[in-house]
């Protein structure tokens, strides 16, 4: 038994839905019970889904135990055939109808349906819902593109790829793609197939025609490529396209497996962020303490690009995905932090305050995490939330994701360097709390301290800390603190208190601050 | 007693005799189970924790219905249970006392622990009445522990509250056989709407009135021969019948949405302590007057409009009830995950004459009956509403209904409300999609 307030990721079932409702002519029945059919708002609320998702739900109830859930289990499957007329068709069991062990893949073949029909064994108790969309996708390639196997395929060309892993309810998934094809459209490659996001049946037929599989997301679609290499010798391109540098060595990679010019791709980019980067109002980035968390593909790219490309310093590296831990470890040795593998958003609150970040990247938990330690945020990875849906355009992928992950990741901490400056002047003869705001000349002095209101609560406290030091603050020392900027005088306080207690100094005087500071460095 | 308005007494024809018998579906349930009932009952009991023992399906059914609410942590979670557990490897209870600990050490402020029962806690056997007692042994100093069971298998939705008031009402003292005469108001209302509720009883002189839940765990009611019970929300079946062994049957009524629901409500009650019927008057004419006028303003826009509500919270009869007689809306098809012939008598009674009552539910035929029907509104679950917006229908997300304060005289007018937004807002677009 585990704590849960908050989970990284639903159950494997989940997974299998985001797979189904990515495709087309799919439809998935799950045995399950009265109320899993709160999955459905995921897509129809966060997604903003025009269509139901192409599933059905058995959803029995107490009364049907032990009698007749396998019948009605066989009802809800030819009723959804005969209604949605599916190509093919998905069952399983969620949690609960995993413990009544009814069998839906059994049941289903028993009703001998004109359609194919593929059972998904999915561990409730042991498996999330990344691994439920792996094993549904690899599942449905292994039926569909296992049927042309043995014969002699003819490649369309070499200079032809699959897509693989874009997915409903995917982080970006919907501009990534745009953005990825426009590269492959430079280049000069074809796409022949891009699944499972908007693939049917016969698309996964196909798939084995293109010469080589690009795994935009291995989190949902590494055990599939891995076999229609093994079945097909389709090298996969591995390199995620987020950043310049990975974007450009992903169009290199591309090209050579294509064997096409890659200048023509890498000439047509549209990138700004190595040039706003070099921009001298940047040097305010320089060793900025990030720290990322999500799931593996992004937060090892978010780490990349963090360090060699904006400047930053990576001060903590971690996932919720376990099945990519290896990958994560490794990036974290090189980045010299201790890697942090956990789905336990508590555990990760600790380490980020622990970490004392001035950025952090992570999911819609850690924009939470990082909400309540002040601290700026941008959200990089999945679970997905209605704000990763943005009604413009916005890749992470490619040189337009670029673009975006620099404005993205730069905005919120120039919205903390404002916040900066207005804790510089609070205290400030012109411009303190109480003075009117010039452009408010014309509001009462009740409107004006309304006005005020939300900068004044932004701004005090930021160094407050439970520091439960033996020495005290002299006056004058204390407010010599508080005329170092907001952002590092939490720091600075800690620092020198620390530094006071290790001595055995009882008050702090402006002598100590300053002796710790040269100690500390910055 | 105040009767609806001419008008609506002319639409309204004289046939509002017996109710209709309701279609029973037994197809897909397309509705929530009652863990949801938790996202209200943590905010109104102000020191409880609800630790749902269940699976990862739980936890995320937890955290997608609570959307952005999770900003603070919050008081409820959930005790996932891994196949180390199934496989027995571990045992479940000391798993749970383990958990226990761990909360009620890292929340030192929660007086009352409820253990929430889930699907596969129930086909597990898991018997979390028994864990509460054992650990309300270990606790006892700290706070109280009580069970009840959200599971899908017995409950949707607001069920969850009835398992939850029942389990309350175990734990309630037996009051003296000699006490006063009290009142007992039974179900979660929000903060506001409670308040106005205890200001009116008290003006109408009934003195003591107590609340279920209380929005302190420390004060439950003492129950016994003198006190007098009546709902607020007709879903409360199981505590009903718990009550009613311990001080006798609810008192009948219809439940308090708009001004007509709200004063046979409070009538029910005052008739029940002698309350004369001017000073019944008095007291309730101007929150009346209040209501009509509140509810008046979207009379226009809501007057004729044919509504299909979809099975949800229980409450679809009187919402139907309410729009149909306060605001001179048509319900055409009133699903309910259950309808309680006995305590929904008065409710069922006002609706008008055709309209198809449906039970349980086959969400794939009721789609197809709803596109028949062609409404002006539907009522719904938020896993059908934009799919039916996008096909063009205009739709009232129903889970509204059960988060906003709506019962009592001063929420008539934003009930109506709910209901006239959605058409509100199609009229006042101008971009085709």
């Known amino acids: 038994m585990k704590l849960a ?485 939490g720091k600075a306080r800690r620092n020198t208190e620390r530094y006071a207690g290790e001595r055995g100094v009882d008050v702090i005087t402006i002598e100590t601050l300053y002796d710790a500071k040269a100690h500390f460095g910055r | 007693m105040i009767g609806p308005s001419p008008t609506l007494l002319q639409a309204d024809d004289a046939g509002t005799s017996c109710a209709p018998s309701p279609l029973r579906e037994r197809g897909q349930h397309e509705v929530f189970c009652g863990l949801t009932s938790i996202m209200w009952l943590h905010r109104k009991v102000q020191d409880a924790f609800f630790l749902i023992v269940g699976s990862r399906t739980c936890a995320h059914l937890m955290q997608s219905a609570a959307g952005v609410m999770i900003f603070a942590e919050p008081r409820f979670a959930t005790a996932i249970i891994d196949d180390r557990d199934l496989s027995g490897l571990a045992d479940l209870h000391d798993e749970l006392d383990t958990i226990v600990e761990r909360v009620l050490s890292r929340r030192p402020d929660i007086r009352m622990l409820v253990l929430v029962g889930s699907c596969p806690s129930e086909v597990l056997r898991l018997d979390l009445s028994q864990a509460a007692r054992r650990l309300e042994n270990r606790y006892a100093e700290q706070c109280r522990i009580i069970a009840f069971s959200g599971s899908g298998l017995e409950t949707t939705f607001t069920e969850g509250e009835d398992q939850f008031l029942s389990a309350l009402v175990d734990v309630c003292p037996q009051a003296a056989p000699d006490e006063a005469p009290s009142l007992l108001v039974v179900g979660a209302l929000a903060d506001v709407v409670e308040d106005q509720f205890a200001r009116i009883f008290q003006a109408l002189g009934i003195e003591d009135v107590r609340f279920i839940p209380a929005r302190r765990s420390g004060s439950l009611p003492g129950i016994g021969t003198n006190t007098r019970v009546i709902l607020a929300h007709p879903y409360l079946t199981e505590t009903a019948r718990k009550l009613e062994r311990r001080c006798g049957p609810a008192l009948p009524a219809l439940y308090p949405l708009g001004e007509e629901g709200t004063t046979a409500w409070l009538r029910a009650a005052a008739d029940a302590f002698g309350v004369d019927d001017a000073r019944f008057d008095a007291v309730t004419a101007p929150g009346r007057a209040r209501a009509e006028k509140a509810v008046d303003q979207y009379r226009e826009i809501l007057a004729g409009k044919r509504i299909f509500f979809f099975p949800d919270s229980r409450l679809e009869p009187m919402l139907a009830r309410f729009l149909h007689r306060e605001a001179g809306a048509e319900p055409i098809e009133i699903g309910s995950p259950f309808i309680h012939r006995q305590h929904m008598a008065d409710e069922l009674e006002r609706l008008p004459d055709g309209v198809v009552l449906s039970e349980g539910q086959d969400v794939e035929r009721q789609i197809d009956r709803c596109r028949a029907a062609d409404p002006d509104l539907i009522v719904c679950g938020l896993g059908l509403a934009n799919p039916f917006e996008a096909e063009g229908y205009a739709t009232k997300w129903s889970i509204e209904l059960v988060f906003t304060p709506i019962q009592g005289y001063e929420q008539a007018g934003d009930l109506a409300e709910l209901f006239a937004r959605p058409l509100r807002r199609r009229a006042a677009l101008s971009a085709e999609v």
């Open chain 1, 5 to 489: 307030v908050w989970t990284y990721e639903g159950p494997p079932q989940i997974g299998a839905m985001r797979v189904a409702a990515s495709m087309h002519g799919v439809h998935y029945v799950v045995h399950a019970p009265q109320g899993d059919t709160y999955a459905d708002l995921l897509f129809t609320m966060i997604e903003r889904r025009t269509s139901r998702p192409p599933v059905t739900y058995t959803t029995f109830q107490a009364r049907d135990l032990g009698r007749d859930t396998a019948e009605k289990f066989q009802a809800a499957c030819r009723d959804a055939v005969d209604r949605f007329k599916p190509e093919v068709v998905l069952v399983g069991a969620s949690c609960t109808a995993e413990l009544l062990q009814d069998d839906p893949g059994g049941l289903a073949k028993a009703l001998d349906l004109d359609i194919p029909v593929i059972p998904l064994d999915l561990p409730s108790y042991q498996r999330k819902e990344n691994w439920g969309a792996a094993e549904t996708f690899y599942r449905l390639v292994r039926a569909f593109a296992g049927r042309g196997r043995g014969a002699d395929r003819e490649r369309s060309s070499a200079a032809s790829c699959n897509i693989l892993g874009p997915t409903s309810l995917g982080f970006r998934h919907r501009d990534d793609l745009v953005e990825i094809r426009k590269l492959l459209e430079a280049l000069g490659v074809t796409v022949n197939v891009v699944a499972p996001l908007g693939a049917g049946p016969a698309d996964l037929a196909r798939l084995p025609d293109a010469g080589f599989n690009i795994l935009l997301y291995p989190e949902v679609a590494e055990s599939a490529a891995e076999w229609l290499k093994r079945e097909f010798g389709q090298e996969i391109v591995r390199t995620v396209p987020i950043g310049v540098g990975a974007t450009r060595a992903f169009v290199r990679e591309v090209a050579a497996l294509a064997g096409v010019d890659p200048l023509p791709a890498l000439q047509s980019e549209t990138q700004r962020l190595s040039w706003h980067t070099r921009s001298v109002d940047s040097n305010y980035l320089t060793g900025k303490r990030v720290f990322i968390f999500g799931d593996a593909t992004h937060a090892i790219a978010a780490a990349r690009v963090a360090r060699d490309e904006l400047g930053f310093e990576v001060c903590g590296l971690g996932t919720y995905a376990r099945e990519f831990a290896r990958d994560v470890r490794t990036a974290a040795r090189e980045y010299g932090v201790e890697p942090l593998i956990a789905d336990d958003h508590l555990e990760v609150e600790d380490a980020i305050a622990a970490a004392r970040p001035e950025l952090v990247l992570g999911t819609q938990m850690e924009r939470h995490i990082a909400k309540r330690l002040r601290i700026p945020c941008a959200v990089i990875s999945a679970p997905a939330h209605v704000q990763d849906f943005p009604a413009r355009y916005s890749p992470l992928m490619g040189f337009e994701g670029a673009n975006v992950v620099f404005d993205g990741w730069v905005h919120p901490l120039l919205m903390g360097l404002e916040e900066h400056l207005l804790g510089m002047f609070r205290d400030d003869f012109e411009f303190h709390d109480d003075v009117q705001a010039s452009h408010l000349a014309a509001v009462s002095p009740a409107g004006r301290a309304a006005a005020a209101g939300p900068h004044v609560e932004a701004v005090p406290d930021a160094d407050a800390d439970d520091g439960d030091s033996a020495a005290t603050w002299s006056a004058e020392a204390e407010k010599e603190l508080k005329k170092i900027p907001f952002f590092v005088r």
